[in-house]
């Protein structure tokens, strides 16, 4: 009942006699209340999220036991369903091919991954451009999460504004990207300098990567939002997942 | 000398002895020093951000006097670029009127524009939601810098959670937008929500807007960048002219 | 359409042939869309809040204009719902009476009110203790609130712990309150205090008086959510409503 | 001697001569300075708190050792109150077992406990919900503390508001409620919005839950008292216990 | 009924018939109830101060009306006691002197002051050193308050680190004090060094003097917290009444 | 050569002829140049602190290696000073019995020490009040230090303000202190209500005991800071050690 | 008595029978004593400055009264060094105009200055760059307390990084440069862009350019800590005196 | 084609006919496009940096592996550039000396090096004054970093501000420094005292050594941002690297 069709079949049922009164208030009711999520207890699985969203619904790893990741796991390809488990530790991986051999484990992004049919194609390329040889994992969770969301991505690593030839090096590249995604530490000036040199929107990820005064990321995220090139936007320190997950929705576009 | 066949000819005039190899030489210095902006002493006007970025140079007032303003927006409509100066006070505005009458001041946005014949209209709408009326400032520096970067805009202004079902009665129009931006103070709870109900893109711009332990936004961006919605990025506080800018850039996709 | 019984006589008459179908599917869905709200374009005035919340909706005056005020408060007593507009200023009180000449204006809380039959009288008294001459406007919106919201208010004055004996010579009065909100600044040690003498539940309220490493409020916040008597909960610093909107919760049940 | 009656039969005698001056004297000295607890010398235990407070005295097991735990757990039951520690180890819970063998360890929630014939019934229903998986060790002490206090709780978990459909399914047990806890992480939005389609009281927990900008909670707690619906009190971050306790007061009155 | 003696008396009274049980009942209630102090409704003055803590209390002017600062001041002063007002604008002191025309203004101090005989010498002598120009005004109301207080006050002022031959030229009087007050702002050095000078203790006053990083105070709060001499404890930020009344509490051991 | 007689002694060697100018002018230039310290490389051990702050050097363990500690214990224990090393694990203790057999580990405080002939006792009495048992650790490295250095100590713990009685009776013997050490952690409310009762100064020490909202002993501190009661001042989390030498410092005066 | 020579003289005397014991030893105890710097009771003007480190103390014109400046700036002169006054109003200015005719004010700078002939110039040319338009009162205090001390300044104004071939096109003035000031506001990446284009060392310096979460300056301060170019060492925010002193003491090394 | 040479010989062949254009065209696009940089996939090696900035590339060893830090380093010493790798473990030693048998271990500082021929000496001496033994880690950082970049290096160990006599008998080899790095944790006020002596630059490091309200490092870098000594500039919190090679080129200028 959550189409205009099926609420005007049903008015008809009751115009003609074929369905009474009471059966059909019983039945519009049952619609408005029914929740299009299955509830394991210590978690409600999201099934209409692919609708609502273009994505099925994505389990986050951190602060879950493996036991839960995995129930939640099977829930999902259950029901046909592409999976994405980010933050998992080889535990949880463990834990989940136990139920579903066919899982892959992206070890360096952390991902726990069962591509299904019901992943569309992205329409251009994202550039994720990394700072330094520290920010690969952050990096690689946002370029593996596009690419299991169906874009093509190219991966542009240890090109901080230290050795500014390194980035203007990749201006075609970085000039055929329909997004770029740029994953950066310490002062996070990369993406200020990547967003001057093109016009496609960058996603700015600050990264935990530094010390003293980096203070876990957040010199990096303030030099992101205080950023003086006015095409970028950011996501949470660390949250590779983030980024590219929204590169994707804007690919898709 | 800024294309791969002016080089070629270059080459091939000195190749048919047309050109001799000093002036070839200095010609080629030239390119490769020449600066695609005007030095204003002051300011350093870009006239290549246009090609580079899609949009020419847009001027951010805070901080420049009345007439540094109107000397850079001279610069800029004299060659014929679209305006656009931000953070604009009514005495800027009557700086750059006398330069150039032909401007428009939007009081509510902060913003001087002048309308010129360089800029492509975007493709979808950009649905701008605001949580109360005391975002509606900056909500209009967003709204109105997206419109005039090309894009029809949506206004949906006083949503905020604290009554969900404001929110929800708009979800026709917040799923027929290519981009939304959310604009709010407080908790900046929000884009959360706004992005748990559609497939587009969220920019979400916190405001200043609060008191107390809003810190001056803080709360607002605290919140944005911890979104439990993973289609969100977030801006600066009080950055409508960002997220307009980023909205834009997608739309022009 | 908003209740059962509308639901299923709509039913009845389709059932009965009084209804044809189109009409019935019209009015269906005009009710899932009704807005219980009023738009002004700037603000969405939400009538049904008294219903889902026990007191009609209240006008935050921060960061409004005296003529955004002014519209929302005739917007509210038009319907006949009780007025209360929190951090008022004179200017604003002047435009809201030139609408409503019966409002009446509490200047220390900074509160416009004009009371209608709409209020139901709480169950017992509400306390409302302040630590210093300091914090008395705060104390007052906390006062003026609650009372407005229909509950009996004890006030007790600069009764802060540098001078224990003084609260300890208001116990006979402690103990007697249903709820007791208590207003303080600087290191905001009073709460815990006064939520170790009773069992009725605290309600803390920081607020931003003191200087140097006071900033602003945080020391008494962090105080408060700190407290190692466990009756006490916390509101935003200077949220003298949210106290007294709280307490009166409380009181009503 | 801690009433009137005592006070005035102590002064009857010593009028009709059957108590002489200097044995009335100690008497009423001795009264005063009766402290009304047991020192333990690491410890005071407080044996008038059910008395002024409602509920024994709850022990903390952060920072106590599994020893002082112990002793200070006999010491409560050994007078016949209720036993409540929060914040407890199994190796704390093994410690306590050997002197009262009747306890039970809630190991979600990590408390240890007795009960006892000294906890009358709370008058309504209290809910706890939680945002995520993630938070359900704090909504368990919460949840366990309101229960072994007398009160029935309700448990909605994972009903945060990316997927708002979750909790909008939830009204009904929502506004049976006489209190509700609410326990989120991240940016904390879920009080906000539950408190505003209720009109109970909301006591809302932040939780540690999240990574990087959430810096261990404080995006959360931000969000909370920076909350628009004005209905809701925060305690600390991870405070499940307060938030257990301060509901059971008010579920009480 | 505040001493041992008075409530022997009592007792003898009832035991000789010379007081009926129900008098001699009321007046110990009331003995018990009787608060020691006037309450002017926004303030309780309080006339035990001086027993209890060696000066009778002192008006803190920052957030209080000159209308109330002059009510308070008239009370303390009609009881005999010495009256000292700090934070006091000259619109406080015009106040004041309507009703107190003896009363004195420091008005690099900002204190209002009126000495009448209840003040004791202290022992030893005090010094107040501040390390630059811009520190006077805190410095002044340091060593006003320690003067008011009944103590000999030697100053030392622009000694800062800097030219470290400025404090080093200083030993022989710094070496006589009994206590030291060091005033400081930007990295607030000053009492690190002056502590390892001499052994007496050394009351660190930071000021909120400076700009950029020194946020309003706080790198020198954090500097004296963090001295790496043992000898110094510290106050609020600009405190420096509280630094004065400490160095007078301990110049009257 | 440190003091006048050695001067005028040498000056008068020299005008009669019985040290040549040369050796005269090295004499003096030693003496300018001479360190009263030992280098030991990595530390300069300070021989003449007793004479100039009336207790030897002490050694704070955080961060020595128990080698270091051992060789800097060795070398003042040498010299005959009493030796006292805080921070000190088991580890450490162990290095330094090996080279000092005779000393003593005070586990609960981690404090190193051997007394020896050169420590002066205090006039009056120290109470170190303490307000919950996971303070114990802090306020026994305060207790210790203060013995240590030659005071006699009262202790008074787990006298929080959540239940009031147990500090207030106390009284007696905090009214007999010459100073108060109170030592707190979670909101830190115990220094203003002690300070409030007591003419006597009061040292205070935040703890790192709490969670959540704690931030590790800031809310404690900045609730010292802050403190209403003006003789209260303090020392950085966690500092038992200063507060103790302190403490002694104002006993010995 | 300042010099081996001054001192081998006098004894020297000494051993002649030239001058008297008692005569000798008053002046070396007068020597030792000697204060090299003038107390006007507010200050202690240091004219051993120059001497010590290269240039006559400079006056920090922020938190002193124009009377205070003008008395130090007096004193300075008088004594034929140069005058360097920073943060001066042109209030300021006026008041030392008055003692001292021939001062010059530089308005954007908000420096007061009289060079007189104790200034030696520097060895190489010092660059200083400036993101913004915004950033030029910082960049001049920099710029002109370089030239103040003798050096020869090179400005590069408005180069940021969000037109990075701005900045690439002064690559020849920046290699020429011994020493590099860049000043920024917002991200503050500028510093990193330049370091790693030289070999010069690079001073940066934050400024309070910016909004929201640039908080006043914070989030450039924090960018040019962690930058990832090793070359840049940083000065307090919106401190260019701080800067244009150091590369002026590098460039006359 | 990095010269001006080699591009007017290209000419001077194309003009006599010895390159025909499009061989020509294709040299010169290639060497526009040249990397001076090795792609190694996780890092880019940067073989220029010699030149650009007179030392060779730097390794971070935080955050990268074992095995990329020798990976790294391999490819540096192959090209006859000398290695410094910071932050490296042993086990990250091991590696690296798998590949590269003549690398040295620097043990206290964490530094792995090897020299090579390519390294020009200083001018002057560097002075390295570290406050207390706690921080020798980051001082020999500091210390072996200048001294594998050639220049000659004097230690200054223990010298903190509590005992003033250790630094200022070291004044003489603090005047013959031509820079000096002050390396200190807590309150971190040697820069100042340090700066205060000399007319050097210093370069501060602060350390993350303290405890509580240090806040690992903060205190210490704010005081020194706040140096009232106008020498002192400032790298991040234990980046003894970064002050070691500011220093190194500034002794090489």
């Known amino acids: ?108 992004a952390s991902i726990i991954s069962l591509r299904q049919q019901d992943v569309a194609p992205g329409r251009g390329t994202i550039v994720v451009a990394a700072a330094g040889t520290s920010d690969l994992s952050v990096a690689e969770e946002a370029a593996c999460t596009a690419e299991l969301m169906g874009n093509e991505v190219v991966r542009l690593y240890d090109v901080g504004v230290a050795g500014l030839h390194r980035i203007l090096g990749e201006q075609a590249r970085l000039a055929a990207a329909r997004v770029v995604i740029v994953v950066a530490g310490m002062e996070g000036a990369l993406p200020s300098v990547v967003s001057g040199l093109i016009s496609a929107p960058v996603i700015a990820v600050p990264t935990s990567v530094g010390y003293g005064a980096s203070f876990g990321g957040i010199a990096a995220l303030l030099g992101m939002l205080n950023s003086c090139s006015s095409g970028v936007s950011v996501v949470n320190i660390d949250n590779g997942f983030g980024a590219g997950n929204i590169a994707s929705l804007i690919n898709h576009l």
Chains 1, 2, 3, 4, 5, 6, 7, 8 share one sequence.
Request: glycine share 8%; no cysteine; net charge neutral.
């Open 1 to 108: 009942m959550t189409s205009n069709k099926e609420l005007r079949d049903l008015l008809d049922e009751v115009a003609r006699g074929d369905l009474d009164v009471t059966a059909a208030h019983r039945r519009l009711m049952d619609a408005l209340r029914a929740a299009p999520y299955e509830d394991l207890g210590f978690a409600r699985v999201d099934h209409h999220r692919s609708l609502r969203q273009g994505f099925p619904e994505v389990v986050l790893g951190l602060g879950k036991t493996p036991a839960q990741i995995a129930g939640i796991a099977a829930e999902i390809a259950g029901r046909g369903s592409s999976l994405l488990v980010t933050r998992a530790s080889t535990t949880a991986f463990d834990a989940v091919r136990q139920k579903l051999p066919a899982v892959t484990y992206y070890e360096e």
